[in-house]
Structures are given as structure tokens and as C-alpha cells.
């Protein structure tokens, strides 16, 4: 018998070799957010602010959540001392990112990247800092609250979009400016991708 | 205390805090179990060389455009493992030499091609993310979960199977061969395990911080303990113990994963020495 146990040892191990081989795809899905961040810090933004704030429509697709929170946006200000402006006293979230450290917050988003339909509907906050991109291929501009992880040298970017009524630049901050996200997890379909994003109600500048 | 049981509850709803933690604990565990060996045969520094082996794979692997990297990563991981350990006293190049230059030769490509040839634009990002683990134990999904217990399971049964082998491989390989048993076989199952753990830990610390993994937990149980057997057991606890500390500290107080694991190790380490001056002395 230990004979025989001897002589699978190997064979299991050559096993484990070719099992071992892991699924990348969500992280180069991940990847794509990465590079979509990394490309906006190389555009001129403030060229491609006074190009495209004419004709760029954000297209705010449908929540799938029954979460109502209170449409309210603030922009271009601090936030008011008064803690009614608070998006955490507001109202309750599903998620409240503001009070997780750096390493959760960065392993939650990446999670909701890659899982996404396990976050769907859930309501959510998250501090960040604010970018945005604009891709030729699709005649769309994106926005993103991107979170740094603990060695810094990494950044996870989740996509937002506001209201449609809110038009890029006058609506939004400069890009690198610190905001508060608040919203609702959604997803839309793109170029036959399934991509996640918040259906942000509000947008605090810090 | 009520505030940080709360938000311990909080995290540990997440299902990535325990793919982290069942990881993180098993990972330990393997590299301990290997890292008494690999110390006492004088090859402490091979976890170094071979994640930075790995290191240069995964940049071949993003150079040929792989979605799944690893089937170039573990082949190449093992076949250096073999080479190195395989060779032993009778290469012309032997021992820590030749770790050190396929070390930093492997290092250096691996860099360039990242650099030459990005796979995406966050190229620092990358390299971090390998070189130092990032976040990337948090990052885990339930087939990496299930693959690492059932490589986990094979290390541990291999190891108490060949337990009196790799003992006596371990600590005089001639007599062994002298003997007639055939010490190069159980060379090459250390060195498949140990290439194995490097590309499963690498999740874990990153392959700047895997020699740690190896060598601390073992070099701890050395102080206190002197036979194989219970340098063994204390190596394996001690790992354990300091990968569980570090992955909480982590998550609770939001530091790099990998280095806040290491440097528990490295407490561990002088709590024992300074246990082993007062043992000393009682014996004496």
C-alpha cells in the first residue's frame, strides 16, 4: 500500500501543477479599469474638457435597485458643517466604504469588479479620488472614483455616473480632486462586456 | 472592544477575508513545513531565487499575450527548482551562486520585458503587485481557494509520507545514496513542492517577501528546539500563527498584507531568541 501511495505522490503532484493554473480573466477585465485610469492622467484634460462638454450625454442606464435615496448633488464647495449634507446620516448604505481602511476598501471594489452581480442593487459610499476619460470608440465619457490600496501602488477605479442632468465640466471637479461617492450598484452591457458601476445620486467634493 | 468586534463581523461577511485567511494559514503551514529542510540544506535563499523566476515567467506570460499565466509560470518555476536543487555539489556552478544569478538574472529580464513589452498601462502597478503581494491575498476567488487546498493537502501528505526520506535527504544525502536509496528522487519531490509553495505564496507575500515565509518560522523553532521532529511542529505553529496575526493586523488596521505577515515573523523570531538565552543559561 505504501508502495503504491509512493509511487501517486508524483503523479498527484503533476496534477496539482496543471490544476493550479488559475482563471486571470476577471483580472484583466480589472486591468481594463486600471488602464482606462492610467490613460486619463496621460490626456490633456482640460483640451478634451472644452471639446467634449458640448456634445457628451451621460447615459445614466436604469438601477436595478429598490434602494431610494435623495437626489441631491454637491459640487465645486466643500460640504456645509450642517451633517444633514452628510450622505452617512442621510440615510443608511449598504455598504458605507468611507469607514473601511484602504486594504478593504481596494479588496471590496476589486470583488465587485470581478463578482458584480453578487453587489447588484446594493447601495453604496466610497471616498476617492475623482477622473475621467473619454473614449473615441464609443463617443462616451466616463467617471471614475478611484481608490489607491495599502502600498499605494495600486488603484482600483469604479465608474459612476450622476444624473443625466449633469454636464461635464461644469458639473463635475478637476480630475485628482478628492469626492465622496454615493449610489446605487448597477451594470450596463458594452462592446459585449458586462461592466459594473454606481448609479451615483450624489457627488460630494471633499 | 465592542467597536472592533463589530467591525470584525463587518469584514469577515465578505467571503474574501476567509478565501484570505484558509490561504494565507495553508500557505504558512506548507512553506514550514519545507522551510526546515530547505534551511538545513543550506538553501534558504532558493524561495528568493525562484519567485524571482516566477517573477520573469509572468512577464514572458504577459509578453505572449497568456490569459492565465500560470501554465508558463509553474513550468518554468519547477524546472529552475530542479535545476537547482537537482544538481547539488556535482554542478559546476553549485549552491548559492547559482540561485543568486538565476536570481537576478530571471529579476532582470523579467523587469525589462515588463517594461519594453507592457501588458497594461499601470506597469509600476505590476510590478508592485508581484514584487510585494499587494493586496492580491484579499483578491482570491473560490477556484484559487479549492486549488490551493488541494495542493495544501498533497505538500502536507507527501511530507509525512516521506518524512524519514526527506530527513535523511536533508541532513547527509551521501550516506543516503550509499545506503542505496535514491536520494535524487526525493530531491526532486522537495524541489517540485518547493516550486509549488513559491507560485501559491507569491499570492501571499509577493516574491520579494517569500524567503521570509521559509526561513523565519523555521529559523524561530531552531532557537528553541533541537530535534527535527519538534523544530517541525514549533516551525509549522509558529507560521501559522504569525500568517493568521498578520492577515487580522491587515485587514483591522489596513497595512500591506505580505509585509505585516513578515514582520510578525520577525517578532516571533526575537521572542524566541531571547526564550532560547533564557533556556541556555538554565542548562547551564
Redesign the interface.
Known amino acids: 500500500m505504501r508502495k503504491y501511495l509512493k509511487a501517486a505522490v508524483p503523479i498527484l503532484l503533476a496534477s496539482a501543477l496543471l490544476c493550479s493554473c488559475k482563471d486571470n480573466s476577471a483580472a484583466g477585465k480589472n486591468a481594463l479599469i486600471d488602464e482606462i485610469v492610467s490613460q486619463i492622467s496621460a490626456e490633456d484634460a482640460a483640451a478634451a474638457m472644452n471639446d467634449e462638454a458640448k456634445s457628451v450625454t451621460t447615459t445614466a442606464p436604469e438601477t436595478t435597485s429598490e434602494v431610494q435615496i435623495s437626489s441631491e448633488l454637491t459640487l465645486g464647495t466643500n460640504p456645509p458643517s450642517s451633517e444633514a449634507t452628510d450622505p452617512v446620516q442621510l440615510d443608511p448604505v449598504d455598504m458605507d466604504l468611507t469607514q473601511m481602511n484602504a486594504t478593504m476598501i481596494y479588496s471590496i471594489i476589486y470583488d465587485l469588479m470581478v463578482k458584480p452581480n453578487d453587489y447588484y442593487g446594493k447601495s453604496l459610499i466610497v471616498d476617492g479620488y475623482f477622473d475621467t476619460m473619454y473614449l473615441d470608440e464609443f463617443q462616451t465619457r466616463y467617471f471614475f472614483v478611484v481608490v489607491p490600496d495599502a502600498t499605494a501602488c495600486c488603484v482600483q477605479g469604479l465608474e459612476f455616473k450622476l444624473p443625466d442632468d449633469k454636464v461635464y465640466p461644469d458639473d463635475y471637479p478637476e480630475p485628482g480632486t478628492d469626492i465622496r461617492v454615493r449610489g446605487v450598484l448597477g451594470s450596463y452591457e458594452e462592446a459585449g462586456q458586462t461592466y459594473a458601476y454606481i448609479s451615483a445620486d450624489q457627488m460630494i467634493v471633499k | 472592544m465592542g467597536d472592533l468586534a463589530a467591525k470584525l463581523q463587518l469584514?469577515f461577511s465578505?467571503p474574501?477575508?476567509w478565501y484570505a485567511l484558509i490561504v494565507g494559514l495553508l500557505i504558512a503551514l506548507c512553506s514550514s513545513l519545507l522551510g526546515v529542510t530547505l534551511v538545513l540544506k543550506r538553501f534558504s535563499y532558493i524561495g528568493d531565487g525562484l519567485s524571482h523566476v516566477a517573477f520573469g515567467a509572468m512577464a514572458v506570460a504577459g509578453l505572449v499575450g497568456l490569459?492565465?499565466?500560470?501554465?508558463i509560470v509553474?513550468?518554468i518555476t519547477?524546472i529552475s527548482a530542479i535545476l537547482l536543487l537537482r544538481t547539488g555539489q556535482n554542478a559546476k556552478i553549485n549552491g548559492d551562486a547559482a540561485i543568486a544569478m538565476i536570481s537576478v538574472g530571471a529579476l532582470a529580464v523579467g523587469y525589462m520585458l515588463m517594461n519594453v513589452f507592457p501588458?497594461?498601462?499601470?506597469v509600476?502597478?505590476d510590478v508592485?503587485?508581484t514584487l510585494?503581494g499587494?493586496?492580491s491575498i484579499?483578491?482570491l476567488?473560490e477556484?484559487?481557494v479549492i486549488?490551493c487546498i488541494?495542493?495544501s493537502v498533497?505538500v502536507i501528505?507527501?511530507f509525512l509520507?516521506?518524512y524519514h526520506k526527506i530527513f535523511a535527504v536533508t541532513f547527509d544525502e551521501n550516506f543516503m545514496r550509499a545506503a542505496g536509496v535514491k536520494a535524487n528522487i526525493y530531491n526532486?519531490?522537495i524541489a517540485?513542492?518547493t516550486a509549488?509553495i513559491i507560485?501559491?505564496a507569491m499570492n501571499l507575500v509577493g516574491s520579494l517577501l517569500i524567503s521570509a515565509l521559509i526561513i523565519f518560522p523555521a529559523l524561530s523553532a531552531m532557537r528553541v528546539f533541537k530535534s527535527f521532529k519538534s523544530v517541525v511542529v514549533c516551525s509549522a505553529c509558529v507560521s501559522v500563527f504569525c500568517a493568521g496575526v498578520g492577515i487580522f493586523t491587515?485587514?483591522?488596521?489596513?497595512?500591506?498584507?505580505g509585509s505585516t505577515i513578515v514582520v510578525t515573523d520577525i517578532l516571533v523570531f526575537f521572542i524566541f531568541c531571547i526564550v532560547s538565552l533564557f533556556t541556555r543559561r538554565r542548562s547551564q
Open positions: 469584514y465578505y474574501f477575508v490569459t492565465n499565466d500560470m501554465y509553474l513550468p519547477v501588458s497594461s498601462a499601470n509600476t502597478g508592485c503587485t510585494f499587494s493586496t484579499l483578491t476567488k477556484a484559487d486549488v488541494i495542493m498533497i501528505a507527501a509520507l516521506f526532486l519531490i517540485i513542492i509549488l507560485v501559491l491587515s485587514i483591522m488596521a489596513g497595512t500591506p498584507v
